[in-house]
Protein backbone atom coordinates (compact mmCIF):
# COMPACT_ATOMS: atom_id res chain seq x y z
CA UNK A 1 0.00 0.00 0.00
CA UNK A 2 1.70 3.60 -1.05
CA UNK A 3 1.50 6.32 1.68
CA UNK A 4 2.18 10.03 0.79
CA UNK A 5 3.48 12.27 3.50
CA UNK A 6 2.78 16.04 3.86
CA UNK A 7 4.77 18.03 5.82
CA UNK A 8 3.96 20.95 7.72
CA UNK A 9 6.32 23.54 8.95
CA UNK A 10 4.48 26.69 10.83
CA UNK A 11 2.92 27.79 14.34
CA UNK A 12 -0.42 26.35 12.86
CA UNK A 13 1.09 23.00 12.20
CA UNK A 14 -0.32 21.36 14.68
CA UNK A 15 -4.03 22.42 13.60
CA UNK A 16 -3.57 22.36 9.70
CA UNK A 17 -2.43 18.66 10.45
CA UNK A 18 -5.58 17.22 12.58
CA UNK A 19 -7.62 19.65 9.54
CA UNK A 20 -5.68 17.89 6.93
CA UNK A 21 -6.37 14.42 8.10
CA UNK A 22 -10.01 15.36 8.86
CA UNK A 23 -10.74 16.47 5.16
CA UNK A 24 -13.84 14.37 3.96
CA UNK A 25 -12.73 11.09 2.34
CA UNK A 26 -8.56 11.04 3.35
CA UNK A 27 -7.48 8.63 5.95
CA UNK A 28 -4.72 9.47 7.32
CA UNK A 29 -2.57 10.22 10.50
CA UNK A 30 0.44 13.12 11.85
CA UNK A 31 2.50 13.44 14.40
CA UNK A 32 5.60 15.93 15.46
CA UNK A 33 8.52 15.60 13.77
CA UNK A 34 11.65 15.27 16.03
CA UNK A 35 14.04 17.86 14.52
CA UNK A 36 14.21 21.39 15.57
CA UNK A 37 14.50 23.88 12.61
CA UNK A 38 17.07 26.43 13.34
CA UNK A 39 14.80 29.04 13.34
CA UNK A 40 12.54 26.97 16.00
CA UNK A 41 9.35 26.40 13.36
CA UNK A 42 7.28 23.62 14.56
CA UNK A 43 7.15 20.69 11.86
CA UNK A 44 4.87 17.66 11.38
CA UNK A 45 4.39 15.19 9.13
CA UNK A 46 0.64 14.07 8.12
CA UNK A 47 0.64 10.38 6.26
CA UNK A 48 -1.98 10.10 3.88
CA UNK A 49 -2.86 6.34 3.47
CA UNK A 50 -6.34 6.61 1.34
CA UNK A 51 -8.16 8.83 -0.30
CA UNK A 52 -11.55 8.07 -1.14
CA UNK A 53 -12.75 10.75 -3.76
CA UNK A 54 -10.96 11.26 -7.01
CA UNK A 55 -7.40 12.63 -7.19
CA UNK A 56 -8.74 16.27 -8.56
CA UNK A 57 -11.30 16.28 -6.06
CA UNK A 58 -8.96 15.77 -2.83
CA UNK A 59 -6.56 17.94 -4.54
CA UNK A 60 -8.84 20.95 -5.06
CA UNK A 61 -9.65 20.15 -1.15
CA UNK A 62 -5.95 20.42 -0.22
CA UNK A 63 -5.31 23.42 -2.17
CA UNK A 64 -8.38 25.04 -0.11
CA UNK A 65 -7.29 24.23 2.85
CA UNK A 66 -3.68 25.31 2.41
CA UNK A 67 -5.03 29.01 1.39
CA UNK A 68 -6.80 28.51 4.60
CA UNK A 69 -3.95 27.97 6.84
CA UNK A 70 -1.08 30.07 5.32
CA UNK A 71 -3.80 33.18 5.07
CA UNK A 72 -4.06 32.90 8.99
CA UNK A 73 -2.56 34.73 11.32
CA UNK A 74 -3.34 32.70 14.25
CA UNK A 75 -2.50 28.82 12.88
CA UNK A 76 -0.21 30.15 10.06
CA UNK A 77 1.69 27.43 7.83
CA UNK A 78 5.16 28.14 5.89
CA UNK A 79 6.14 25.47 4.07
CA UNK A 80 4.21 22.53 3.04
CA UNK A 81 5.66 19.84 0.97
CA UNK A 82 3.79 16.86 -0.43
CA UNK A 83 6.07 14.01 -0.13
CA UNK A 84 5.90 10.47 -2.23
CA UNK A 85 8.72 7.80 -3.01
CA UNK A 86 9.32 9.29 -6.34
CA UNK A 87 9.13 13.25 -5.85
CA UNK A 88 8.60 16.18 -3.65
CA UNK A 89 5.88 18.86 -4.85
CA UNK A 90 5.88 22.14 -2.61
CA UNK A 91 2.07 23.13 -1.90
CA UNK A 92 2.61 26.38 -2.05
CA UNK A 93 2.99 27.11 -5.85
CA UNK A 94 1.32 23.67 -7.35
CA UNK A 95 -1.87 23.62 -9.52
CA UNK A 96 -4.35 21.54 -8.59
CA UNK A 97 -3.52 19.62 -11.19
CA UNK A 98 0.14 19.08 -10.17
CA UNK A 99 -1.51 17.56 -6.99
CA UNK A 100 -3.84 15.34 -8.56
CA UNK A 101 -1.17 13.70 -9.99
CA UNK A 102 1.02 13.48 -6.94
CA UNK A 103 -1.99 11.93 -5.09
CA UNK A 104 -3.03 9.46 -8.04
CA UNK A 105 -0.47 7.10 -6.06
CA UNK A 106 -2.99 6.41 -3.68
CA UNK A 107 -5.91 5.91 -5.88
CA UNK A 108 -4.05 3.45 -7.39
CA UNK A 109 -2.84 1.84 -4.93
CA UNK A 110 -6.64 1.41 -3.61
CA UNK A 111 -7.64 0.15 -7.23
CA UNK A 112 -5.94 -1.72 -9.51
CA UNK A 113 -7.96 -0.89 -12.14
CA UNK A 114 -6.99 3.04 -12.40
Do not use: C, F
Amino acid sequence: MSEIKITIEGKGAIAAAEALINLPDVSGAWATSDEVKRDGALEVIATIITIASGAMSMAEQIRKWHEEYSGSEENKIENVVIITPKERLAIEDATPEEIAKVLKVLAKSDNPRS
